[in-house]
């Protein structure tokens, strides 16, 4: 009977200790942040199941309410472990917030639109962009907030955008415009990083009336032919941040707005102060970069470098339009390599979409200051298409060390020149008349720092049971 006992007990003590190893398992992360927080949990502690067909939106509700109790307290960080989480829209509420996709994570935007609660437009546009009504929530919304986080060990978010895109171009939405799939509005110490975003509804990455801004390290893709998939899109922001990211889009990779026509004018919050460095954009339909349209809040120091792109429409596009008012101002390029390209360069200043019927004409947009230096380009159909205003004039343009090759099919006019003014120095093939050359100009590219550039980034770690 003794040894019986005593076998009892050391069987029980292995089970003892292999439920003690189990309980003790733990979820190790580092990664770099702008700020790391005290308190984490997951994603699974909140009832959420990853299996692809079960919806999460309760549970990321629950989970970020759950969580705000801590902004004050050293901040929380939800975890969302590996597998396929389907949800519809849900807002970040707290501030001092970490929303963290390990590796081999997916949250899957839900196809379902009573998952999607429709919201006001935007002020400085006055309407959606697609119609003329309100909009769909995006799937990841916050507002009023500080010091926010979505990043991530390269996990995905996918916005299985194919049902959208099919139902707008069949006109099926009447008067909401589709979802984005992150918006942040009115909120300041941001950080998107490490992430890679598909086939978004529209617009991927949507910054909007906020500032400090770091957006890196993002992979974003979508089908070429897909409607209004822009990349990112930061709209009257101030002093942002977007590197080492590649984006293959069926819209612009980057589009740099400030709002729309009356709406924009009046709201008055322009877009500066914003550094672009290190892109790679594949973009056959439209820019590498584009200035606009809705520019009427103003766009003004703009710094773009090491930018890559491939099968693109075009380089650096700016768009406006009589109307539009505002400005797009002190704008710096350099270090610009592309292949396979419609346009190197070109301005419009015709691009004559317009919120509704009650634009001011008399609000003529100012388009000076534009510098572009250091461009090799290759297998281009044409060099430049600058198209100002009548009586206002596009000034202030400067090109120089740019070399570009041309495709075997070229436009037998490779510099389209109207309404601007400028200079050029050392550009092949041989500009329009408009843009004489001057020996020896450097275009200008501004060598002091921005205050963005000081965010520097630090070690987090998340250990949870």
């Known amino acids: 009977l003794g040894l019986h006992t005593i076998s009892s007990v050391l069987i029980l003590g292995m089970l003892s200790l292999r439920f003690a190893e189990c309980k003790t398992t733990k979820v190790s992360l580092q990664y770099q942040a702008i700020n790391c927080r005290k308190h984490s949990a997951l994603l699974t502690d909140f009832g959420a199941v990853g299996d692809g067909n079960t919806s999460n939106t309760k549970a990321f509700k629950v989970a970020i309410h759950s969580l705000s109790k801590y902004a004050a307290h050293g901040g929380?960080?939800?975890?969302?472990?590996?597998?396929?989480?389907?949800?519809?829209?849900?807002?970040?509420?707290?501030?001092?917030?970490?929303?963290?996709?390990?590796?081999?994570?997916?949250i899957l935007a839900s196809q379902d639109e009573s998952e999607w609660p429709q919201v006001s437009p935007l002020p400085s546009y006055g309407r959606g962009r697609d119609a003329y009504g309100g909009r769909f929530s995006s799937l990841i919304f916050g507002t009023n907030l500080t010091?926010?986080?979505?990043?991530?060990n390269n996990g995905t978010i996918d916005g299985q955008g194919a049902t959208w895109w099919k139902k707008y171009r069949s006109g099926g939405f009447l008067n909401v415009t589709r979802p984005y799939t992150i918006e942040l509005m009115h909120s300041n110490q941001i950080q998107i990083s490490n992430l890679t975003l598909i086939n978004s509804p529209a617009w991927f990455v949507h910054p909007v009336y906020s500032s400090d801004i770091l957006i890196q390290k993002l992979t974003i893709l979508a089908p070429i032919d897909s409607p209004n998939?822009?990349?990112?899109?930061?709209?009257?922001?101030?002093?942002?941040?977007?590197?080492?990211?590649?984006?293959?889009?069926?819209?612009?990779?980057?589009?740099?707005k400030s709002g729309w026509d009356q709406y924009g004018i009046r709201y008055g919050m322009p877009t500066k102060h914003l550094i672009i460095r290190r892109l790679t954009c594949i973009s056959p339909d439209s820019a590498t970069i584009a200035l606009g349209s809705e520019m009427s809040g103003g766009i003004q120091d703009v710094r773009a470098e090491d930018i890559t792109a491939i099968n693109t429409q075009s380089g650096v596009r700016i768009k406006t339009a009589i109307g539009r008012g505002a400005f797009v101002k002190d704008i710096y390029a350099r270090r610009l390599t592309f292949k396979t390209m419609k346009f190197v360069f070109w301005m419009s200043g015709?691009?004559?979409?317009?919120?509704?019927?009650?634009?001011?004409?008399?609000?003529?947009?100012?388009?000076?200051?534009?510098?572009?230096?250091?461009?090799?380009?290759?297998?281009?159909?044409?060099?430049?298409?600058?198209?100002?205003?009548?009586?206002?004039?596009?000034?202030?343009?400067?090109?120089?060390?740019?070399?570009?090759?041309?495709?075997?099919?070229?436009?037998?006019?490779?510099?389209?020149?109207?309404?601007?003014?400028g200079v050029t120095s050392n550009v092949t093939p041989k500009?329009?008349?408009?843009?004489?050359?001057?020996k020896g100009v450097d275009c200008h590219f501004p060598e002091d720092k921005l205050p963005i550039d000081d965010v520097q980034l630090k070690t987090c770690y998340a250990t949870i049971a």
């Open 76 to 106: 929380a960080q939800l975890i969302v472990p590996p597998g396929k989480w389907l949800t519809g829209s849900f807002n970040l509420t707290s501030s001092h917030f970490t929303l963290f996709l390990e590796k081999d994570a997916v």
């Open 147 to 152: 010091d926010v986080v979505i990043t991530g």
């Open 229 to 256: 998939t822009d990349g990112i899109n930061p709209d009257s922001c101030t002093n942002t941040r977007i590197e080492d990211c590649f984006i293959v889009s069926g819209d612009n990779c980057i589009a740099v």
């Open 350 to 421: 015709a691009y004559g979409q317009h919120s509704d019927g009650g634009f001011d004409p008399n609000a003529i947009p100012q388009i000076q200051g534009i510098n572009y230096k250091d461009v090799v380009a290759e297998n281009v159909t044409i060099s430049a298409r600058l198209d100002g205003i009548a009586n206002d004039p596009f000034t202030g343009i400067c090109i120089s060390n740019a070399t570009f090759t041309l495709t075997a099919k070229p436009d037998e006019l490779q510099w389209n020149c109207t309404n601007i003014q």
């Open 431 to 438: 500009p329009c008349s408009l843009l004489p050359e001057q």
